[in-house]
């Protein structure tokens, strides 16, 4: 069958699913999820997100060059679901969803508590990309639960990472299979 290509980004799927923690000047904390990004580069360390440039999070970006790319797991899914939603600016969807700042050590943005692991970031490119801002952040720290990663590569058994299929629907990978 032949799709309609504005449905492309369907088949490119499921995608690693973030949530992006940033401050405004006020230092107002703001969350939203992002399922448009990939890292760049491995040296220097640095990855790539999309964001509707009407997004809050998009704001703050341009504002304080910051932000805190934090990897959910399958036991907050709903609350990365309510972080999506459509609140005014200001308000911070940490608290509307019941999860917990994280003090970060480089950037003002806090990371979030309840996430596998959490990547501080400084914004070194903007560009526009179609409908989408294109930002990419060199990533300035890294801090992840003890158990995130086995033998170098991320425990999936443990992290349960959210893999986002389009809308509502997600697919949680909980296993691994090497090929042969
Ligand atoms: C799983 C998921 C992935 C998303 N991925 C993106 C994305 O990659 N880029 C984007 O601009 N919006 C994306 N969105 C939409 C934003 O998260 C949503 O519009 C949010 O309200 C923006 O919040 P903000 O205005 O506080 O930044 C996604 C939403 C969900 C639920």
């Known amino acids: 069958m032949e799709l309609d290509l504005s449905q492309f980004y369907r ?3 499921p995608r690693t699913t973030i949530i992006i923690t940033t401050v405004n000047l006020k230092g107002e904390i703001n969350a939203a999820p992002f399922s448009f990004t990939m890292p760049v580069s491995v ?3 640095l990855l790539a997100v999309a964001s509707v440039p009407t997004h809050h999070t998009y704001h703050n970006l341009q504002e ?3 932000f805190v790319v934090n990897l959910p797991g399958e036991e907050i899914l709903e609350e990365l679901w309510i972080t999506s939603e459509s ?3 200001g308000v911070n969807e940490l608290e509307k969803a019941g999860l917990t700042g994280k003090d970060s050590q480089i950037v003002r943005a806090p990371g979030i508590k309840e996430c596998v692991a959490q990547l501080e970031c400084k914004v070194v490119s903007d560009q526009e990309c179609g409908d989408h801002q294109l930002v990419v952040g060199e990533v300035v720290r890294v801090t992840a639960r003890d158990d995130s990663l086995q033998e170098g ?3 999936v058994e443990n992290t349960k990472p959210v893999l986002h299929l389009g809308g509502k629907d997600f697919v949680v990978g909980d296993h691994r299979k090497r090929v042969i």
């Open 11 to 13: 088949v490119m799927a």
């Open 43 to 45: 040296n220097p360390p």
């Open 64 to 66: 304080t060059g910051e």
């Open 87 to 89: 609140f005014p600016e």
């Open 153 to 155: 590569l991320l425990a």
